[in-house]
């Protein structure tokens, strides 16, 4: 029972580094999602794709670019990395876009100096 | 602004005992609200959904109810185990023109000691 996988688990970047986010779900769920979470913060949206070949901007959407490869997988793409991104990213996935269970991933630990 | 607020921040109790969480929030039109447990080091797991019309749910231990007049939730563990030493974070859906916004509170840390 994977459900979401997320990859890689850590990363270490310096500034003005790039780097992708990797994320797959195994529930053939039509909606996914990427959240960050930092200290004392609620969980904020980034970007989700309500369905394949569909995305849209989130809460924080900024020095992000998403990718809905095909419905099992949703990546996040950083192109220039800044200290401010440092955080814990979270890939979630649903049925659908609507009152649903969010199915979260394990997280990726970014840090960036 | 929509926000969702959590009380207490921090709590420890003994095994064995009970507690509840509450959950304070301004969303509207409001559409659903969450409960999910976020172990530390792992990502939040769905605990309970509720819609307008349900005051409340349970999921083995944990019992959420919600009372939409007063925009107030809470979470009722009973008979608590160390394994639910965790963050309990409040979710609260609004309806918006693309679908349902979801806000996150920052969450309620316990810490359940032998």
């Known amino acids: 029972n994977a459900g979401v996988t997320q990859t890689p688990k850590f990363q270490v970047l310096k500034t003005g580094q790039s780097m992708t986010l990797q994320c797959a779900q195994d529930?053939?769920?039509?909606?996914m999602y990427w959240y960050r979470q930092d200290p004392g913060m609620g969980l904020r949206l980034i970007y989700y794709s309500a369905s394949e070949g569909t995305t849209d901007k989130g809460e924080v959407p900024n020095g992000y670019n998403v990718s809905r490869l095909n419905k099992r997988e949703f990546s996040l793409r950083l192109e220039s990395a800044a200290p401010s991104q440092t955080s814990v990213y979270f890939c979630?996935?649903?049925?659908?876009?609507?009152?649903?269970?969010?199915?979260f991933g394990a997280g990726t630990r970014l840090s960036v100096l | 602004k929509n926000q969702v607020e959590q009380s207490p921040q921090s709590l420890i109790i003994l095994e064995g005992k009970n507690c509840t969480l509450q959950c304070n929030y301004t969303v509207s039109p409001f559409s659903n609200l969450r409960w999910y447990k976020q172990d530390t080091g792992r990502g939040p797991v769905s605990l309970t959904i509720m819609t307008f019309s349900e005051n409340t749910k349970s999921n083995g231990r944990y019992t959420a109810t919600l009372d939409a007049d007063t925009k107030q939730s809470s979470l009722h563990i009973t008979a608590s185990q160390l394994s639910d030493s965790a963050s309990y974070i409040c979710v609260v859906g609004g309806f918006t023109g693309g679908g349902n916004k979801l806000t996150f509170g920052t969450g309620t840390q316990l810490k359940v000691e032998l």
């Open positions: 529930m053939n769920h039509n909606s």
């Open positions: 979630a996935s649903s049925a659908g876009p609507g009152i649903n269970i969010q199915y």
